[in-house]
């Protein structure tokens, strides 16, 4: 066989660069903490929430599934705002050194039966502390970021950065309401805005633009919530200054952009001959995707021989596309055996987008059946 080995080791370390660069604390919920595991994944994170026991081991309370913490210090108070390292146990390999000074068997005992776990199971926020916490005076997007439920079908006028369609990662996924909805940002808080396009006296931003970001706008309008996403459905935007005050005590630096999603490797790879007509086709991308942007973006066909009389092309069998998180691939499954000595050509469309709303690069793959 002919094979030409698809290798981006590289695009994968600048991945994990761009993410080891990104160590702004961010304000979030525990909920989006669960439902967005892999964004928030070996982050600082602040969410404002009460504590409880569970068997003797502290957690964050009346959450879908629990987050135990562990304490930098043991707190004197059950409820504020609780700062730590968000990890994914499954994750992260059993034995990482980087958790030597942490003992994670009562963890694991009362989750796993001991065993190390898989992906989305046991969460822990590591090096805790936590601290009194009391709504501000006016509603900001930090206030609305931590407690969207506080604010929640209210209108609400605050002042952020304008940081065009989530250019710079603030937020784990895209909000998909409008061709203009952008992310505002301020402190260590991000939210979404929609309904109005980021446009007025003296300013017209392009939200797919990073030259346009770090712009500072004030926005009136109704906070929501879908999912773990929360937003602000405009009813007005104009510019603004930058707040003389900040409700937390720390700079926040821009978190640069994680880079385009692309294909890193395929089995069969690209022109490959004498494959298997019973072939499972993987694709891997270099970083996770949106299961929910898959649906109806791999194209499968037979590739016609262009030469004069050939014969028709044979009926392609129906197949499925399912998506491995674990491996970050899809697999393209055929329900009958491919046709003999056919050209088959497997694209993947425009449309498939990272978690953090960047879109995958369109790609393509043809390799050739064998005989048998």
Known sequence: MRRRAIVAIGLCAAAATLVAQGVTRIATTAEGLIRSAVFYHGRMVVVE?????????????????????????QPTSDRGEIRGEFWDLGRVEQGDGRFAGYDFTRVLEATARGRWPGRDQVFVLLGASIVPAAPP??????????????????????????????????LPQALGKGKWDFVLQSADGAVWVTGMRPKGKDFDLDPGARVDTGRWLEVVGVVGQVGSLVYITASSLRA????????????????PPLPQPVVIF???????????????????FSRDVDPKSIRDKVAVSYVPSGSAGAAPL?????????YN??????????????????EVRVEVLEGITALDGQPVKPWTLTFTTGGT
């Open 137 to 170: 005076a006016a509603p900001n997007v930090r206030a609305i970021a931590l407690a969207p439920e506080r604010y929640e079908g209210r209108e609400v006028k605050v002042i952020g950065r304008f940081k065009g369609r989530n250019l710079y990662g603030d």
């Open 49 to 73: 929430h009460a504590t409880a026991d569970d068997a003797g081991i502290p957690r964050i309370a009346q959450t879908t599934k629990p987050i135990y913490i562990f304490w930098k210090e």
């Open 240 to 255: 603004a200054t930058q707040p003389t005050g900040t409700a937390v005590e720390v700079a926040v630096p821009d978190r």
């Open 325 to 342: 998180d674990a491996a970050h691939a899809i697999e393209v499954r055929f329900a009958e055996p491919l046709a003999r000595f056919q």
């Open 266 to 284: 395929s089995a069969p790879v690209d022109d490959d001959d004498d494959v298997e007509r019973t072939v499972r086709v993987r694709i891997q």
């Open 314 to 322: 044979p009926k392609l069998p129906a197949f499925t596309v399912t």
